[in-house]
């Protein structure tokens, strides 16, 4: 985010307010939330996965939030999962998050459709023929409705989340991964790619339990909530 890289917020706030503050990202605050309130309860080690314009995640590991050496453990939509993909805003190539993040469902969907400009033609109804104003909701909307077009760009989408989930379940081994953000609002033919894809690429011996969130999008607030009682 422009201006605000190395802001100490953490101080200006507790100096603004003179009370004790913690700080954390979306992704770590919805691993908690769904540890203490929702998917994950009764599980000792998860990863939550936050699928939306973005992809993070966040881990509780032995019951506890793990940020890593520097806190930034989590940045699972930098694996790179298509060495010869699309580019991605941090430099590299192919990286998860350019491949299966909201955006990144709508770029490939345009790109889909200028290679085949007789394919798709649900997905363009539901945009009026506006190539320009596509998303990906409206990309699962014409999946839906059974749209080729539509339904291999989300289902590709699926595919890459899947590989990328199974590097974490073969390096770390969670009892269970929940996913949230909108584009895991997808329908029944994104999830079965993504768990498919998962247990295709994990070793057998690694058990693969991947649920939607309980909490929604309000996981990360919740998660506020525990971090301060944590901290209290």
């Known amino acids: ?95 998860l998050e350019a491949e299966a993040c909201g955006p990144a469902i709508a770029k490939l969907a345009k790109l889909a459709i200028e290679m085949n400009p007789t394919e798709g033609r649900e997905l363009l109804n539901c945009v009026n023929q506006s190539v320009q104003r596509l998303t990906a909701k409206h990309v699962n909307e014409a999946a839906n409705m059974y749209d080729p077009l539509a339904n291999a760009v989300l289902n590709g989408a699926g595919h890459f989340l899947g590989k990328g989930l199974a590097v974490a379940l073969n390096l770390m081994n969670p009892q269970r991964i929940i996913l949230g953000g909108g584009v895991a609002k997808s329908g029944d033919a994104w999830w079965q790619s993504v768990r498919e894809t998962a247990r295709e690429f994990t070793i057998p011996e690694i058990p693969v339990d991947i649920v939607p969130t309980e909490l929604g999008d309000d996981a990360p607030l919740w998660g506020a909530i525990a971090l301060a009682k944590l901290h209290l």
């Not at 700080?23 to 994950?40: H, R």
């Not at 309860?41 to 314009?53: E, H, K, N, P, Q």
């Not at 992809?55 to 699972?76: L, V």
């Open 1 to 95: 985010m422009a201006n605000w890289e190395n802001i100490p917020l953490q101080a200006q706030l507790q100096n603004k307010f003179a009370v004790p503050v913690v700080i954390d990202n979306d992704a770590n605050m919805g691993a908690l939330a769904e540890y203490k309130f929702g998917a994950g309860r009764g599980c000792d080690s998860l990863l939550y996965v936050t699928v939306s314009t973005g992809i993070g995640s966040g881990w509780i590991i032995n019951g506890k939030p793990y940020n890593g050496f520097n806190g930034m453990a989590g940045e699972i939509g930098h694996i790179v999962v298509n060495p010869r993909g699309m580019p991605c805003a941090c430099g590299k190539q192919g990286c």
